[in-house]
């Protein structure tokens, strides 16, 4: 019998989450982009491996953050995009505030 | 907005797994591609650059895997577990899948087909528009109360001036002679039932004809135009559903009709509790198809005709019976001579018309009455035994339960299983609840009455019913699978082993409160379901186990009615007799006579006869049956000849009056005398003299209601009939010697239809029919009552045996024998079985004296059924507690102890 799953996310999960929506707060984007505006934005420092993305945006889709709709890149070829809900940018918000009190309150021990 | 767009996408992933999956599958291609482009503008060369990408992704399937989870495979895979979990635990108690399919099936299945039946006697609809707006009108007797039928004059002055209907028809009916020519040059004739209706009768109804069209203003004059409309069920069996029917001729008494239309598909006409009409013609015809009833197209204060009409906009049956009795008024005022004291009665006429002055069928409405106590009986026992299967499990599955919860599967998680699970053991029972539609036709004949014209109920399935039941009762075994979840969450992990050895009272493991208050109820119920079923198959039957009086083997019956073809009596007598010598000169014939009414006909006659002197009459009179007959009618009918002689010839019109009477008229006219040669009176002491010549055996003539066999039989030819059953005795097949008997009589008046054609034995079978479709319905109750109860039963005593298996296993270690363990076992579901009778037995007789009114010379504590019905039911008893109990008996006391 596989007990029940937890409500918790676990820290990496969440911080995918975090980093998803920043990304997708800027514009809407399609998964390769929001990967490579992740690394960009931390100057190549954070090495996400690229595929978790995906079951990631699939869960921030379901859970009403984001939407997702076919459409053509630049260079016409067809790629799912992925676009801030309002409901996404609330959490989006709600979490910074947390992060930035974790950090801060990490950044206290371990430096005090 | 936005979560409920997440709600959407999630559920589209679920449902469409494929598109979810397509969907992957692009999106992990474009990045790829993406990736390889942006590494080889980099300066990677392409052959490393693929490679790269896919590092840089990380393990295709892995994150494949985990979205599926997320998608809600996860639900999918719980599920399809679910399901098997189910599935094994099925196969583990059969026997618990068997019982709850078998009372589900059964229940669900009787309760659409009886409900069917006496839904469509008491509450359906007529199926024209707006039935609701129709309602009857019935004049009244302002003396008395009486209702009854108009005169039709005072119709055409209520149609054309009363005001209180927005329109309104009037219809009389009556059997008549019906002849289709068909293409072949010959006829096929029958005697149907007519419906003489006024010409706007249809479209006060609002009927649409299905073909051709209905009457019309045209059709009104009196002496009209012979037009005829079918019913689509004559139209489909009398003219192989000719689409060309409309223009068809046919022979009514004799006289052309042309046919108009065809009715609509289900449209019986407006008697409630009649006979199907086949035909309808307008009124104006009536004097050729009631040619024995003259002046119906006169007359006032009373008459011939059934009155419905449809209610203004607005008005309600009470305002429209004020404007009717206004009127009535004001014709008693106009026609004082006949109209006095003649007031009305509207009533509503949604489900048909029906004069509530005539009893209707007690039949009838017994076996609707009947139909929905059972009907609800029924559902009672089936929510009982599906509770009393299901808490049987409780206290098994109470462990199992507290140990999935202490492992951590959530409450819900374990709610959906029991769910999951509870529906799939519904399933097959509702699968068997609708093959009982198969049922349904063939045992329409077994609830319908037999009579001579076809009365029917329609299709006698209710899906609204089976759909009511088979909801009700998933619903029963859903809720009480719940159960042991809420138990379980109520009570934490108290069901461990604390009890493991499983002896003594108090463990909570044997049948609980509930459950045996259950089966208690559940066995009363159904053994006042089977006293009722057996008062009504009692009172029925109890005349019927005697002998018939005569021998109806070998002897065909077949009847005419020359009054409706205009034959006078001269006529008719004389083709009574070229009949006769023309039967009795036919190959095999032994001997031919009339008689009406004929043994097991639908109909019977009356004669009333004064003696000097009759003890225990006011009057010196006394009614008995009555019987007109042909000559030589004693051996043609297999009567048994006691004294005196039968009729002859000779005794004609001319002679004086004679009669044949019965043991039993014989003895109460003139009790211990020979009867040969003395003197009654018809009707009072000044009416003709008639002396009798014969006298012989009692005979039974009918199945329902005859409480006296006195018999008068009179002689065709001193009292007229014209309309008369033609009995043979035969050495030929029936078959043959119908064919022969219809050649004669088509050689003799080619439109004269004979009807009614079959073996005496048949018209025997018949005439049981009509209470047999009360007795069919009493006793399908009654028995699917006690089945459904013994599953029950049966249920607890084996759950029990099973829950004691370890205590059983010590007692057989301490010495116990088998039998005492048999005995141990027995008696707890025996104890259930015999209180539940007990009360049952007290209800019956309650219910019995309620029935008193109906039952036939039967006492409501009627002893037979007072010892037949406990007997029957502890052998069910012990048998149902036997079987378990006995595979306890043969437990090994080693295996029983290490059982858990």
Redesign the interface.
Known sequence: ?P??RTAEPDPLRGSIDLLILKALSLEAM????I??RIQQMSRGRLDV????L??AL??L?????I?SAWRTTENN????FYTI????RRELGEELEKWKRFSKTISLIVEG | ???????A??TR?IFRPSDAEA??E???R??LE??ID?LIREGVPAADARRQALV?????E??RE??RD??GARWFDDLRVDVRYALRAMRRHPGFVVAVTLTMGLGIGVNGIIFGFVNSILFRPVPVQQPEELAALFTRDTRTGNTGVFGYDDFIDFRDRSGAFAGVAAMTGGPVNLVVPQSAGNAVGDLVWAEIVTEDFFSVLGARPAIGRFFTAADAPQGGNPFVVLSYDAWQRRFQADPNVAGRVLRINGSEFVVTGVAPRGFKGMRRLGFWPEVWVPIGMQPIVQPGSPGLLHGRGGGALYVVGRLRPGFDVERTEAVAADFARQLEAAYPASNANVGVSVLPAKVGLENPAIIKPQILMLSSALGIFGSLAVLLIICANLAVLQLGRTASRAREIAI?LS????KG?LTRQLLVESLLVSAPGVGLGMAAMNLASPLEPYLTPKLPFPVGFGPTLDLRVMFFTGAISIAAVVFFSLIPAVRAGRSRLVPSSANGLGLGRSDGKRPSRTRKLLVVSQFALSVILLIAASLFVRSMTMADTVNLGFEPRNRVVLSVNVGLQGYDQTRGLQFYDDVLRRVRLLPGVLAASFAYPAPFDTNDRGVRLYVDGLANSRDGTIAAQATFVGDEFIPALGLRLQAGRDFTPRDGAAESLVMIVSDSLANRLWPGKSAIGLRAHYGSVSGPEVTVVGVVADAKFAAVGEVTPRRAYLPLKQRYRDWETLVVHTRDTPARTLANVREVIAALDPSLPPFGAMTMEQAVANGFAASRSGVAIASFFGLLALLIASIGLYAVVARSVVERTREMGVRIALGLTPRGVLAHLMRDGARLGLIGLAFGLAGGLALGRTMTGVLLGLSPADPITFIVVPSALTIVILVATVVPARRAARLDAVAALRSE
Request: some cysteine; proline content about 1%; overall charge positive.
């Open positions: 019998m007990g029940h399609h998964g390769w982009g990967g490579a491996n690229q595929g978790s995906y079951p699939q869960r889709e379901h859970r009403g953050d939407e070829r067809r790629a799912r809900t309002a409901r996404g | 907005m936005s979560l409920l767009k997440g709600l996408a999630r992933a969907r992957l692009e999106e992990f474009f990045h993406s990736e942006h840089a992704f990380g393990a295709v892995g994150h985990s979205m997320e998608r999935r492992l951590g599967c959530s998680r």
